[in-house]
């Protein structure tokens, strides 16, 4: 040990005796007989360091039963999205008590200043371009705001909310459990009996159906305000006129709620997947930050279609 | 005891393991080397069902864990703990946090509690003052003294390492041998040592399995190994370029 020679302190004289191996044989030598200089390599090794000796344990600690439930296979095997999305709403019951105010805090709250400046920005632009086509068309102003409350409620504010999440939310999931997942963090999970669905996905995805609509709500009234504000400085439009919401009926406000819960389950689903599944380092983990953007942002328009077209059925049916 | 019976694993084209058997016994320092590639860590890691061998059994005291759940793993990784090659430690807690989270889990202790047993494990590895600090400013021997901190909660019979002295200084890495020697003779624990660190497998190994094309090539004592004359043996030992040994 001490010695800086790599055979160690066991570097006697080598013994054919028990090899059952040649230069010739390609097979395994066989010996049975273990070293009978332990003790000795012991004392040498707890001299040397005796910093770094350990204590025989003698604590048992009673061991609790496992909880059985549903876990993504091990790494060889792939599954889809649907599959990462069964496993986690199976290990909502699983989740530790504090994990899902916590991600509440990191996916909503800190999103907020995000979802908001956006929201505001586009709300304006938006009021301003309906109000320039209006103005060339028929000199009147008056439905602007009607039509872009409905607008706003029964699928912008939702839409570009759930937009703002795919990027900055989404991003962040994929990125964090896709470098965990390359950096055997994952595994290190699951041997310390963590189910990563239940430790990383499953608080991330109660807490985005939460906060989404949240999120929404507040999105959609910055966004109503800074129309409000565009409308009355560009076209000089009474904000009581503006903010006439006489075109908004329930199923508008239901298909806006529906989206954002729906858009809410889609991003942490398409991110944690992505993360899931990563594979080959650094560039893995920005492949997989890529695909749970696109993934994120896709699943929201394609659900923001069908969900809009459920609604314009539905709509259609009751004014029959 | 683990036994690894005719075991077989391919990753796609590339045979990685073809038909390895291997035991080891209770109480032993076996160590398991090999060229890069070899299969090495591969092998361990099928023993607590982070991979599963195409073909073959890995036996734990007895009972055959190839095709286990992830369920059924759950007594398995109790008495089988793994240190893997960096560590791996969880970058958003900190020390004391990542050994208390095998004992909030496997054991459902409180968070406090955990804690409190957490300082003990970090103290028999000498890294309680750093309970509070988090992995990332760590240097590896200090996160690998905490990886083996955290595979103690557990009071595994069996520690599987994977390359425990790679990346370490000439200090930490004996400081490292020394931890699992002492395992081994006052815990009792059974430590499979994936590793090239000629000076450990020399110093601290019973017994030496080496593992060349997938199967075992050699396999006893370090003098034993030592003594082999087979040349890829010998050009593995020697650390020569020339000679047979063919790396991947």
């Known amino acids: 040990m001490a010695s800086d020679d790599p055979p160690g302190p066991q570097s006697a004289a080598p013994k054919q005796k028990g090899l059952k191996g040649t230069a010739q044989s390609t097979k395994p030598v066989r010996v049975s007989e273990k070293p009978t200089r332990k003790s000795d390599r012991s004392a040498l090794m707890t001299n040397e360091f005796a910093g770094a000796s350990l204590s025989p344990s003698a604590e048992t600690l009673s ?17 889809g999205p649907l599959k990462t999305l069964l496993a986690a709403v199976y290990a909502i019951p699983r989740i530790e008590p504090g994990a899902i105010a916590e991600q509440m805090h990191l996916l909503g709250f800190r999103s907020l200043g995000f979802v908001c400046l956006v929201l505001g920005f586009v709300g304006g632009i938006l009021v301003y371009q309906a109000g320039i086509q209006a103005l060339r068309i028929v000199p009147d102003t008056s439905t602007i705001g009607p039509a872009y409350i409905e607008i706003l409620v029964r699928d912008l504010a939702a839409s570009l909310t759930a937009l703002m999440l795919a990027t900055r939310v989404g991003a962040g999931i994929a990125a964090e459990i896709g470098s965990m997942k390359v950096t055997d963090q994952l595994d290190a999970l699951r041997l310390s009996n963590a189910d990563p669905v239940v430790y990383l996905v499953a608080p991330r995805l109660v807490a985005c159906v939460l906060v989404t609509p949240l999120l929404t709500i507040v ?45 809410g389950f889609a991003i942490p689903v398409m991110s944690a997947h992505a993360g899931l599944y990563t594979s080959g380092g650094s560039q893995g983990v920005g492949n997989a930050t890529t695909r749970a953007v696109v993934g994120s942002s896709l699943a929201v328009i394609v659900l923001g279609f069908l969900i809009g077209a459920l609604a314009e059925t539905l709509s259609a049916g009751a004014g029959q | 005891m683990i036994e690894f019976v005719g075991v077989h694993k391919r990753f796609g084209e590339k045979v990685i393991l073809d038909g390895v058997d291997l035991k080891a016994d209770a109480g032993e320092i076996l160590f398991v080397i090999g060229t890069s590639g070899a299969g090495k860590s591969v092998l361990i890691q099928q023993v607590v069902g982070l991979l599963a061998p195409d073909r073959g059994q890995v036996l734990v005291d007895g009972q055959d864990v190839t095709r286990l759940s992830e369920a059924a793993f759950y ?10 090659q960096h560590a791996t430690l969880f970058d958003s807690m900190t020390c004391a946090e990542n050994v208390a989270l095998p004992l909030r889990k496997h054991f459902k202790l409180s968070r406090a509690q955990a804690n409190e047993r957490a300082l003990e494990f970090l103290a028999q590895v000498q890294m309680e003052s750093f309970a509070s600090t988090y992995p990332a400013t760590l240097g590896d021997g200090l996160r690998k003294r905490v990886a083996v901190a955290r595979a103690l909660t557990l009071d595994p019979k069996y520690i599987l390492f994977d390359e425990p002295t790679t990346s370490l200084d000439p200090v930490s890495a004996r400081r490292v041998d020394a931890l699992i020697l002492d395992l081994s003779r006052k815990r009792g624990a059974t430590c499979i ?40 043996v010998q050009q593995f030992i020697t650390g020569s370029q020339e000679g047979p040994l063919e790396t991947t």
Not at chain 1, 250 to 263: H, N, P, Q
Not at chain 2, 75 to 84: D, E, S, Y
């Open chain 2, 75 to 84: 007594p398995i990784r109790m008495k089988c703990a793994l240190v893997f």
């Open chain 1, 63 to 79: 061991i609790s039963q496992p909880v059985p439930g549903f876990v993504l296979p091990a790494d060889e095997a792939r599954g």
């Open chain 1, 219 to 263: 999105g959609g009234a910055v966004a109503l305000t800074t129309g409000a504000l565009t409308g009355l400085w560009v076209f000089d439009i009474n904000p009581v006129t503006f903010l006439d919401g006489r075109f908004v009926d329930g199923i508008d406000l239901g298909a806006g709620l529906v989206k954002s819960v729906a858009f």
């Open chain 2, 193 to 232: 040592v994936v590793s090239h660190d000629l000076r450990s497998i020399f110093s601290i190994a019973d017994r030496v399995a080496m593992l060349y094309k997938g199967q075992v090539r050699a396999l006893g004592t370090p003098t034993e190994i030592r003594a082999s004359l087979d040349p890829v």
